[in-house]
T-cell receptor, first 113, second 110 residues
Framework: ETGVTQTPRHLVMGMTNKKSLKCEQH?????MYWYKQSAKKPLELMFV???????ENNSVPSRFSPECPNSSHLFLHLHTLQPEDSALYLC????????????FGPGTRLTVL | QKEVEQDPGPLSVPEGAIVSLNCTYS??????FMWYRQYSRKGPELLMY????GNKEDGRFTAQVDKSSKYISLFIRDSQPSDSATYLC??????????FGTGTRLKVLA
């Protein structure tokens, strides 16, 4: 595997389900990000982890819960989501240095019924 | 006013044309600039990264930053149908947070 990988690529869940998105980076980076991409909207930064500590949380609803067990893996735990949470969820990574390039994974297409 | 403005398009051009994609921004603290290409239902792919003002060239792609006008551009020479995608600009003032434009859809017609 190379670059940034994400699983699953597609997910359909009911509003009462609990699911998790997984991201893994193979670039030797030490900062990882979760973004939400909705139609006709700019990418929204949800969470940033640097050196495995969360450094930024942009007032994301508590039904989204991130976890970063090490510098290569990032999870987004989902529970009791709403239909408006349906979107493409993108993971990215970068070298732990502000202003550095961010490299994205292919995304997980989430549909909440 | 949005921090980053980008025309959503779609922009349609014939194959071989020079394409100009642009973003304007309002925050004078921005100094790191990136352009991404995103194909339908895929993740963004980094095309160009520039710091501060000036030009940067990579193959058929040229990125320009004009900080005095708060304006950045991406030029694509000899455009190909495979260049058809959405192009996103992103910028940062030196934190982990990049601000993204909404993206411009480009169609290159064969």
């Amino acid at each position: 595997e190379t670059g940034v990988t994400q699983t699953p690529r597609h997910l359909v869940m009911g509003m009462t389900n609990k699911k998790s998105l997984k991201c893994e980076q193979h670039l030797g980076h030490n900062a990882m990000y979760w973004y939400k991409q909705s139609a006709k909207k700019p990418l929204e930064l949800m969470f940033v982890y640097s050196l495995e500590e969360r450094v930024e949380n942009n007032s994301v609803p508590s039904r989204f819960s991130p976890e970063c067990p090490n510098s290569s893996h990032l999870f987004l735990h989902l529970h009791t989501l709403q239909p408006e949470d349906s979107a493409l969820y993108l993971c990215a990574s970068s070298v732990e240095k502000v202003g550095n390039e961010q490299f994205f994974g292919p995304g997980t297409r989430l549909t909440v019924l | 006013q949005k921090e980053v403005e980008q025309d959503p398009g779609p922009l349609s051009v014939p194959e071989g044309a020079i394409v100009s994609l642009n973003c304007t921004y309002s925050n004078s603290a921005f100094q790191y600039f990136m352009w991404y290409r995103q194909y339908s239902r895929k993740g963004p792919e980094l095309l160009m990264y520039t710091y501060s003002s000036g030009n940067k060239e990579d193959g058929r792609f040229t990125a320009q930053v004009d900080k005095s006008s708060k304006y950045i551009s991406l030029f694509i020479r000899d455009s190909q149908p495979s260049d058809s995608a959405t192009y996103l600009c992103a910028m940062s003032g030196g934190t982990y947070k990049y601000i993204f434009g909404t993206g411009t859809r480009l169609k290159v017609l064969a």
